[in-house]
């Protein structure tokens, strides 16, 4: 079975900063893909970013950058010059082909002013 | 692109009736069709997969009975919950695979039960 562990349930940055938040995740598969999904306030899912597994390079979305590293299982988000609008909870999420997908717990994101 | 629309947004419903949600994909064909919870300030759980003319794939612990999934389309799946109760409150969210590119889940805006 996967899982996916996102071990900081609360972060927060001052606006301009950059802040990273972690996941790891379980499997024995090594075709898959990872995704971070951000929930505002209004609780639609809005995708954020995504990697396949099979990529070696890094995806990168405007201010959002992730850190993937397959070997530790690992699969960090960067958000860079953090907005005041970035403020949301941020799940880590974990697919394999054609199935469903699993959530991390989540980590709330406070963007201060 | 990739519209999934899921009705209605919020519910209020007496204890004992039942209430059906509906998950629509507006511009594309999804053969699979996923169903999660969410209570307050919690992840979203997976409580079943619906497939395109069969039967549901329910998660450990998920009553079939009492949530009763139908996808009768590629383009509709409906989640009824059955003999509402106050603990049924939560926020329930359907996602969609398109049949093109199911490499990726596609989300509706989610619905609020609450059950009085």
């Known amino acids: 079975a996967q899982t996916v562990t996102q071990s900081q349930p609360e972060m927060s940055v001052q606006e301009a900063e950059t802040v990273t938040l972690s996941c790891t995740y379980d499997t024995s598969e090594n075709n898959y893909y990872l995704f971070w999904y951000k929930q505002p306030p209004s609780r639609q899912m809005i995708l954020v970013i995504r990697?396949?597994?099979?990529?070696?390079q890094n995806a990168t979305e405007n201010r959002f950058s992730v850190n993937f590293q397959k070997a530790a299982k690992s699969f960090s988000l960067k958000i860079s010059d953090s907005q005041l609008g970035d403020t949301a909870m941020y799940f880590c999420a974990f697919m394999i082909y054609n199935n469903d997908m699993r959530f991390g717990a989540g980590t709330r994101l406070t963007v201060k002013p | 692109g990739a519209v999934v629309s899921q009705h209605p947004s919020w519910v209020i419903c007496k204890s004992g009736t039942s209430v059906k949600i509906e998950c629509r994909s507006l511009?594309?064909?999804?053969?699979?069709m996923f169903w999660y919870r969410q209570f307050p300030k919690q992840s979203l759980m997976l409580m079943a997969t619906s497939n395109e003319g069969s039967k549901a794939t329910y998660e450990q612990g998920v009553e079939k009975d009492k949530f009763l999934i139908n996808h009768a389309s590629l383009t509709l799946s409906t989640l009824t919950v059955t003999s509402a109760h106050p603990e049924d409150s939560s926020f329930y969210i359907c996602?969609?695979?398109?049949?093109?590119?199911?490499?990726?889940?596609?989300f509706g805006q989610g619905t609020r039960l609450t059950v009085v």
């Open positions: 990697q396949e597994a099979y990529k070696q």
């Open positions: 996602s969609a695979l398109s049949t093109r590119m199911n490499t990726e889940a596609f």
């Open positions: 511009d594309f064909q999804a053969t699979t």
